[in-house]
C-alpha cells in the first residue's frame, strides 16, 4: 500500500513568483503548455492582481500554489470569471518531479469543488494541447467532457498545436460530486 502524500493549496503570494518561474521553465512545461514568455515582474504583477478569496466579489481571476511536504509543486489558477454567463476557466501545472501520482487531479478537483459552492456557477472548463495526455487523463478523472478541438490554436516552442477544450457542467458536477470525497480530504491550507 502506497501512502497518500499531503496536499494542500495555499494562496499564490508575491514571494511564490520564483518558484512559478521556475515551473514555467521546467522542458516538459515549456514543450506542452502554450506559456509565452513572460518577465518576472509580468509573472510578479499576475499575482498580486489575483486573488484567492472567492467571497471577493470584484475578482475574476484567482491563484493558488500546491504544496506537499513543504514545498511548492505547482499552481491552480481560475480566470476569466464571468459571473453573467456563469462560467471559469480552470489552469494548472505541475514540477515535471510531481508528475503521475495523482497531486495534479486532486488540486484541481479542490479547486472545482470550491467554484461550485458558487450558486451562480453553470460551468468550468479547461484547455489542453492535443500531446498532453496527462493533463487529458485530469481532466477525464475528474468528468470533464471534450467538447472540441481548435485546430493550430496554440504555439509552442514554434510549432502549431491543436487545442482540446474540455468542459464540465454543473449537472455533470453535481452526478461526480460522491467520487470526488477522497480527492478533496486535506487539501486547503491557511487563508
Do not use: C
Amino acid at each position: 500500500m502506497t501512502t497518500r502524500l499531503p496536499l494542500r493549496l495555499i494562496p499564490a503570494r508575491p514571494e511564490h513568483v520564483d518558484d512559478w518561474r521556475a515551473m514555467r521553465e521546467e522542458p516538459v512545461a515549456r514543450s506542452l503548455m502554450p506559456l509565452e514568455p513572460a518577465s518576472r515582474e509580468a509573472l510578479l504583477k499576475r499575482l498580486v492582481e489575483s486573488s484567492a478569496d472567492l467571497d471577493d466579489t470584484r475578482a475574476t481571476s484567482f491563484r493558488w500554489m500546491v504544496e506537499t511536504e513543504g514545498v511548492l509543486i505547482g499552481t491552480v489558477s481560475a480566470r476569466e470569471l464571468s459571473r453573467f454567463h456563469g462560467r471559469i476557466e480552470v489552469g494548472y501545472m505541475l514540477r515535471a518531479a510531481w508528475h503521475g501520482r495523482g497531486l495534479g487531479t486532486r488540486a484541481v478537483a479542490a479547486v472545482v469543488a470550491r467554484l461550485f459552492d458558487w450558486d451562480f456557477l453553470h460551468r468550468v472548463w479547461l484547455t489542453t494541447a492535443v500531446d498532453n495526455l496527462a493533463s487529458q487523463g485530469v481532466a477525464r478523472k475528474l468528468g470533464f467532457s471534450l467538447e472540441g478541438v481548435m485546430r493550430g490554436h496554440y504555439l509552442i516552442e514554434g510549432r502549431r498545436k491543436d487545442q482540446q477544450v474540455w468542459g464540465l457542467v454543473r449537472s455533470d458536477w453535481e452526478a461526480r460530486r460522491p467520487l470526488w470525497r477522497p480527492l478533496l480530504e486535506d487539501t486547503w491550507g491557511p487563508d
